[in-house]
Nanobody, 126 residues
């Protein structure tokens, strides 16, 4: 079953912005979602899945060098949604974006995340 739900994907022009919300799929998983590390990852066909950003309590959000200063990860006031705000989008940002949860603040590698959404497609036109 899917524990996380992403939304907000679509087509945007070079230089544009999109916001991707991630939320728990049900009330049971919401407890895990609110207490643990939430990360965003992306994958292009034919390439490995890459970590993009993560957020956790009591630490500053972290970003991959390719998106730093353009993307922002944050929680809403209810702590029930984690959003990835993407600004100054480039064609090379085109990918399927995944939200995931990890129970430990360790490596950023995608294989350290136990729970995943189904992904949402982002396409940036040149």
């Amino acid at each position: 079953q899917v524990q996380l739900l992403e939304s907000g994907g679509g087509l945007v022009q070079d230089g544009g912005s999109l916001r991707l919300p991630c939320a728990p799929s049900d009330n049971t998983f919401s407890h895990v979602f609110r207490r643990n590390v939430i990360g965003w990852h992306r994958q292009v066909p034919g390439r490995e899945r890459d970590w993009v950003a993560r957020i956790s309590k009591d630490v500053e959000p972290e970003y991959a060098p390719s998106v730093k200063d353009r993307f922002t990860i944050s929680r809403d006031n209810s702590e029930n949604t984690v959003s990835l705000q993407m600004n100054s989008l480039k064609p090379e940002d085109t990918a399927v974006y995944y939200c995931a949860a990890s129970l430990r603040y360790g490596s950023t590698a995608p294989d350290q995340y136990a729970y995943w959404g189904q992904g949402t497609q982002i396409t940036v036109s040149s």
